[in-house]
T-cell receptor, first 118, second 111 residues
Framework: GAGVSQSPSNKVTEKGKDVELRCDPI?????LYWYRQRLGQGLEFLIY????????KSGLPSDRFSAERTGESVSTLTIQRTQQEDSAVYLC????????????????FGEGSWLTVV | AQSVTQPDIHITVSEGASLELRCNYS??????LFWYVQSPGQGLQLLLK??????LVQGIKGFEAEFKRSQSSFNLRKPSVHWSDAAEYFC?????????FGTGTSLTVIP
């Protein structure tokens, strides 16, 4: 697609429920990233994919968080048994390639999925 | 370890005044550096980037940034701020597999 697309744009869920957030990266982009942004805070790295493998999952806050990616396309971030502290904007981004020789590599963001846990 | 520091959490400037937002990075190799802007309720939009060559880079919306290796800095500047520039600004460094972001600087523009 023309840009990174995320859905849903807004989600209100009850504490304890599971949620799935979807990201459609820019077509052909190898790398895909998930970030979390709490209200008034900076970006917190969660996970990144190179193709459908995840070399770095170090940012996932707990085992309630998981993510997968199909090939070089859609990714889903799943939060199980949501807690109030999970309320945040979840930003997805993609970039054309990875690697230190990737001069010109740039990350492009979606509009985010706003999650509210009540 | 890689890191990005934006020392100013919040800056207020008058419309028409000049602006400088500070960014310092820590990275062992030649960095790839970026500035992004986030308007309220929006995603992040790329303002400009530096990979190599001229250390003064021009971006969109009249912004520019200068890479200073000796100071490990990549400060963002604009000669004359417009009210529509009020937003959150993020500096980032790319290491080849990850993008590391600063905590952001919130810009308020007063008439």
């Amino acid at each position: 697609g023309a840009g990174v697309s995320q859905s849903p744009s807004n989600k209100v869920t009850e504490k304890g429920k599971d949620v799935e957030l979807r990201c459609d990266p820019i077509s052909g982009h190898t790398a895909l990233y998930w970030y979390r942004q709490r209200l008034g805070q900076g970006l917190e790295f969660l996970i990144y994919f190179q193709g459908n493998s995840a070399p770095d999952k170090s940012g996932l806050p707990s085992d309630r968080f998981s993510a997968e990616r199909t090939g070089e396309s859609v990714s889903t971030l799943t939060i199980q048994r949501t807690q109030q502290e999970d309320s945040a904007v979840y930003l997805c981004a993609s970039s054309p390639r990875v690697g230190r020789n990737s001069a010109g590599n740039t990350i492009y963001f979606g509009e985010g999925s706003w999650l509210t846990v009540v | 370890a890689q890191s990005v520091t934006q020392p100013d959490i919040h800056i207020t400037v008058s419309e028409g005044a000049s602006l400088e937002l500070r960014c310092n990075y820590s990275y062992g190799a030649t960095p790839y550096l970026f500035w992004y802007v986030q308007s309220p309720g929006q995603g992040l939009q790329l303002l400009l980037k530096y990979f190599s060559g001229d250390t003064l880079v021009q971006g969109i919306k009249g912004f520019e940034a200068e890479f200073k290796r000796s100071q490990s800095s990549f400060n963002l500047r604009k000669p004359s701020v417009h009210w529509s520039d009020a937003a959150e600004y993020f500096c980032a460094v790319y290491t080849g597999n990850q993008f590391y972001f600063g905590t952001g600087t919130s810009l308020t523009v007063i008439p």
